[in-house]
């Protein structure tokens, strides 16, 4: 018990699935569908059990088409319905572009609020687990820069469990975005009960005076390792996990940088036009009268992602990221 609440031992995936559970619960609009969700429970078991429970009206199996997971998403949540969707990986939802791009992104503000497009869109994303390039890409740009379109990343069990609360009782659409590298990697106490963490909001994971490290994802346990070098080359580190990709949380970076004078933003995805290079712009745009050094990107690079003899090339490392704090430290 903690503060009244039951907790008990969780890892991303058993967090999720309490989530669902509990809107599923709530809310008899809500309904979950995508490829292998319902009897299997999904690839990497986020749903399991959620259809024995709930019934195959609300947990099914859809066919192996992502523009028709979306498109029929779209219709239910004009209806009035919450479809919660899943798309197996990531690097298959690109043919469900148009679908987000021309309806789920903007019938609420083309219909002048007459139809709300609450939904919420989950994909399992990023590398790290030897798979091939369309189950390994880290492309949360493409959807931070559709207007219309909230993106949330979980980096602990605690916050992918909150967060989802918070995206499934969201009024506008959401891409949740799941690091699959993280599903089972890491355990922590999690309450079994109810609680939401509000959608656009930073957490300050650790308070430092040297340098701001800003991240999300499974890159926080990278920098969280990098940390340790950090501490013993006597540079304090304040680490910030974004959480929400877009809305993005402005003021908890330029707070941070005002104080440190200093910025890398480490991400898993691709360099060129990314998330990093957005919190770079913030970074010069608001604070750069107080910088001392270059804001600096930490990412992969622009190049597909390796096949699993060389991914390990293309993924970060916590002295990789050590190594750009203390260059950037001594600039």
């Known amino acids: 018990m903690e503060g009244g609440k039951k907790m008990k031992v969780m890892n991303m995936v058993d967090a999720l699935n309490s989530a669902l559970d509990i809107k599923l619960g709530e809310d008899r609009n809500i309904i979950i569908y995508g490829e292998d969700v319902g009897v299997e429970g999904g690839v990497f078991r986020v749903t399991e059990g959620l259809q024995k429970k709930y019934g195959e009206e609300r947990v099914f199996d859809s066919p192996l088409a992502e523009s028709g997971i979306v498109g029929t998403a ?20 690109y043919v469900a572009f148009n679908q987000l791009i021309s309806h789920v992104a903007r ?17 399992p994303y990023g590398g790290g687990i ?19 379109l909230k993106v949330v990343i979980p980096s602990t069990p605690h916050d992918a469990k909150g967060l989802l609360i918070a995206a499934i009782e969201s009024d506008d659409p959401v891409v949740f975005m799941e690091p699959k590298r993280i599903y089972r990697a890491i355990k922590q106490d999690v309450s079994e009960e109810k609680f939401s963490i509000p959608i656009g909001k930073a957490k300050v994971i650790s308070s430092g005076k ?24 006597g540079i304090s580190v304040e680490l910030i996990d974004l959480r929400t990709i877009y809305p993005i949380d402005k003021d908890t970076i330029i707070q941070s940088v ?32 107080y910088l001392e050094s270059p804001p600096k990107r930490v990412t992969g690079f622009d190049t597909i992602v390796p096949l699993a003899r060389g991914e390990h090339h293309y993924l970060l490392t916590p002295e990789k990221i050590f190594y750009e704090i203390e260059k950037t430290v001594k600039y």
Request: charged content about 20%.
């Open 258 to 289: 005002k104080k440190t004078g200093r910025i890398i933003i480490v991400a898993e995805e691709p360099r060129s036009f990314g998330v990093a290079a957005e919190i770079s712009a913030i970074a010069s745009e608001d604070t750069f009268l």
């Open 210 to 233: 040297d340098i701001t490290v800003v991240t999300y994802g499974a890159m926080l346990r990278e920098s969280q390792r990098a940390m340790v070098l950090a501490k013993d080359a």
């Open 74 to 93: 779209v219709g239910m949540a004009a209806a009035g319905l919450k479809p919660i969707v899943e798309m197996q990986f990531s690097g298959f939802a």
């Open 107 to 123: 019938l609420h503000n083309r219909s002048r609020g007459r139809y709300k497009m609450s939904m919420v869109i989950r994909m």
């Open 130 to 148: 030897n798979a091939l390039e369309h189950h390994s890409e880290s492309m949360e740009a493409f959807y931070a820069h559709i207007p219309g």
